[in-house]
């Protein structure tokens, strides 16, 4: 697809009230309320992608808008942040909740437990509840994704992608033995820093690292944002790891034997956070599964350099499944 084509897509920036956190959304698709927008025919799925950790959700645009554009367009594709996540300009103002329940704060929203019950409130206040979904899971946004389904089971989810999924034994993954110290010894020490470092910086001179940065790895400038660099979004970003190195120990065999007729995992095998014995064990556990491996050689990190080849094989994994919608 060509880039003339992606600019024609429209996506709507959006900053919403959910468990009394401002949260960001980024909405691809003419459809910005699916309760009250007449200005297109109402779709019948929402294509829910749930990101990895940190969630700077403009890294997810290019995978967005090439699935958006795979499925002809007849369905929304959303990006929600995590809470915490995303950096809040001064002059943006929020919107209040039109559901009073969705203002109510959860216990620990900025942690493991409060980031699911932060997706769960989302789709209760901003999605019908008749709307049937697809979760694109990635990295530990498909851990989220499982327990969203082991604590809301009516959920009407028809498909739920994982894509390298980070659902067991993080701790002792190739990444995790260097990550777990860092994020659960040195968390404080790594606070001060990014407070020392990047709280005095002027708005200015962020602006022009995101952009230097963007350049450097030929990211398009619509996926850069001010998130990486601000140390409110940084220290929950790790706050959030911390609990995912202590948490996520065990795979949860009995919420994916229950929905394994929903589920399609996506193993990598140069994947420093779930390796190739992962996928072996989850294979041999559930041969029935829809359980594949990456082939070509595609980076856990996909949205930075492999969003085309991923979005076409999320649509092509979806194609039946909205073909009959």
Request: hydrophobic letters at 40%; charged letters at 25%.
């Amino acid at each position: 697809m060509d880039s003339e084509n992606k600019e024609e897509i429209p996506v709507h920036e959006e900053f919403l009230l959910c468990c009394g956190i401002e949260t960001k959304v980024l909405k691809c698709g003419p459809w910005t309320d699916l309760f009250n927008d007449q200005g297109a025919y109402r779709p019948k799925v929402l294509i829910l992608i749930i990101t990895g950790n940190p969630s700077f959700v403009n890294f997810y645009l290019p995978f967005a808008k090439t699935l958006y554009s795979l499925v002809n367009r007849r369905f929304p594709v959303w990006i929600i942040s995590h809470a915490g996540h995303s950096f809040i300009p001064k002059d943006k103002k929020i919107p209040p909740a039109s559901d009073d329940s969705n203002t109510q704060e959860v216990k620990d929203v900025y942690g493991l437990h409060g980031q699911i019950e932060h997706k769960l409130a989302f789709l209760r206040t901003y999605v019908p509840k008749q709307m049937k979904l697809v979760l694109i899971g990635h990295s530990i946004g498909c851990y989220i994704s499982l327990q969203m389904l082991k604590y809301a089971p009516e959920l009407p989810v028809i498909r739920s992608l994982m894509l390298f999924p980070t659902i067991e034994r993080m701790s002792v993954s190739p990444n995790g033995k260097i990550a777990t110290p860092l994020l659960c010894w040195f968390r404080y020490a790594l606070y001060a820093i990014s407070y020392i470092l990047l709280k005095p910086l002027p708005e200015s001179i962020k602006s022009f690292i995101i952009r230097s940065f963007g350049q450097a790895r030929s990211i398009p400038d619509e996926c850069m944002c001010m998130s990486p660099l601000d140390p409110f979004c940084l220290a929950n970003a790790a706050y959030l790891g911390g609990q995912e190195m202590v948490q996520v120990v065990e795979r949860d065999n009995e919420t994916i034997k229950k929905h394994l007729s929903k589920l399609i995992f996506y193993y990598g095998t140069i994947d420093r956070w779930c390796p190739k014995e992962y996928y072996d064990d989850i294979k041999k556990d559930f041969p029935e599964g829809d359980i594949q491996l990456c082939e070509k050689k595609i980076p856990h990190a996909f949205i930075l350099s492999h969003s085309q080849a991923m979005a076409e094989m999320a649509a092509d994994w979806l194609k039946d499944d909205l073909s009959k919608i």
